[in-house]
DNA sequence: CGTATCCTTGAACCATGTCAAGCAATGTGG
DNA sequence: CCACATTGCTTGACATGGTTCAAGGATACG
């Protein structure tokens, strides 16, 4: 399940997603002294990276894959935080705020993934403040986009939820060249995503698909309708 | 509405929430630095401290009082992100993120504020490495917080969220010594936390006032059974 | 090829929202 | 300080969105 990979094509210096991550405003010497501290690792489909209540070492940066973030609730119900793709940092959420990891960390893709030790990203963030800013960015836009669910978990429709959420997965994982949302999910993730019931979600899916919003091949969603979803999940249709 | 007072009383180096707050990592010439820049202000009930979509130039610690942070939603409806308090600072979130206000803050009880410009703040972050680490290290845990909330309102009922929050309530303001929560909301406030009508929020306090588990005067709610609340958040009551 | 997981549908139930109406408390201006 | 207006509180009746349960079919996987 876990395997160290071969070092050469993961140097940080030729890493492909690196202009996609927080680490853009290291120098030269930076990204080496990661490059030589970090460990890469390939993960099977399932693997757990970490289950929430474990103490953090360091953080997570996401080569290529999907890994899934999620919360257990009552009754062990998974309650789905978000995914980490190509160029995402995960962990240090727990690694900053000195706390055991709020989230389990489990591989949906076959994915490629750096864990850098929390002492480096300590230093990094001593020495260089431009980076320090970078991943206080960084938190503070999740927090936005956190209260923003929470308002939109609030106050909306599971309807009007399940459109938001095919167009968030749709920015955030584009959609191929047949509309096709690049992020393939079951039903039951997404209702863990939107809190609700699985046969709630196979309904409404079945109801966008007859208005023709979008239309489904087993676990692919292709949007055929995007104004119309926009208009479901801000309550104005 | 909005009055500068006296600057006086309010010398940072003197600030008795001053070891409440994330500055309790700063040296006494950057204490300085801030008690120099900063403006106090005094705020009355009501008074709109900054909206949602403004931009904001730096951010506020709260000597006194109780500041409302609300996101407005569909159809104009208030949603509650939070309260802040003596020690708490607001704003910082929009500042370090670079985008606009997610929130509006309005004055909720009578309160004296500082505002800090952004300048100092990144002045500060950039000078002080402990510094930006424990602004992170709040920033992330807030992030906990935050998905953690997702998490109850996509699994847990009404009145499983209302005991939550009243608990919540508790701890971050505290009991009198007749074991009255130290601060009074509207019933539609309670709603707007949770997520749910007015009418509910009435209903369901009856419930708990029924059971023993409360009292009601006004605004005013008394914990009775702490044990018991804790059992129904939790579901397992 | 059999087992496990996932998907689908129908039916019944219930928690919660909505609407309406009246009352209480609070605030404001003359 | 009173009268009026506004805001907040409460209750009942009703509608309904959404969950739960059950059962069968489809699909994926070892």
Redesign the interface.
């Known amino acids: 399940m876990k395997r160290k990979s071969n070092a050469k094509s993961n140097a940080c210096t030729e890493c492909n997603v690196n202009n996609l991550t927080i680490f853009n405003k290291l120098t030269i010497d930076e990204i080496n002294y990661i490059n030589f501290e970090k460990t890469c690792y390939q993960y099977k489909k399932n693997t757990i990276l970490y289950n929430e209540g474990n103490r953090i070492s360091g953080c997570y940066c996401v080569h290529d894959g999907i890994i899934k973030l999620y919360?257990t609730?009552?009754?062990g119900?998974e309650?789905i935080?978000r995914f980490a793709k190509a160029g995402d940092l995960i962990g240090?959420?727990?690694?900053?705020?000195?706390?055991l990891a709020?989230?389990s960390a489990k591989v949906l893709e076959d994915a490629t993934v750096c864990f850098i030790p929390g002492e480096v990203m300590?230093n990094l963030?001593?020495?260089n403040?431009k980076f320090?800013?970078e991943?206080?960015?960084l938190?503070?836009?999740?927090?936005?986009v956190?209260?923003?669910?929470?308002?939109?978990?609030?106050?909306?429709t599971v309807k009007e939820r399940l459109a938001e959420i095919l167009l968030i997965l749709k920015d955030d994982f584009g959609i191929d060249e047949n509309n096709y949302i690049k992020i393939n999910l079951t039903r039951e993730d997404l209702a863990?995503i939107?809190?609700?019931a699985t046969e709630s979600v196979i309904r409404l899916l079945g109801e966008f698909k007859d208005q023709n919003i979008i239309d489904i091949e087993g676990r692919k969603i292709k949007l055929l309708d995007i104004n119309s979803l926009q208009k479901i999940s801000?309550?104005s249709a």
Not at 92 to 99: I, P
Not at 139 to 144: F, N, P, Q, R
Request: hydrophobic share 35%; with cysteine.
């Open positions: 919360k609730g009552i009754e119900r309650h935080i240090y959420r727990s690694l900053f705020s000195g706390e709020c989230h300590f963030v001593e020495q403040s320090a800013l991943i206080l960015r938190a503070c836009h999740e927090l936005d956190a209260n923003s669910f929470i308002r939109d978990m609030a106050q909306k863990n939107i809190g609700t801000e309550k």
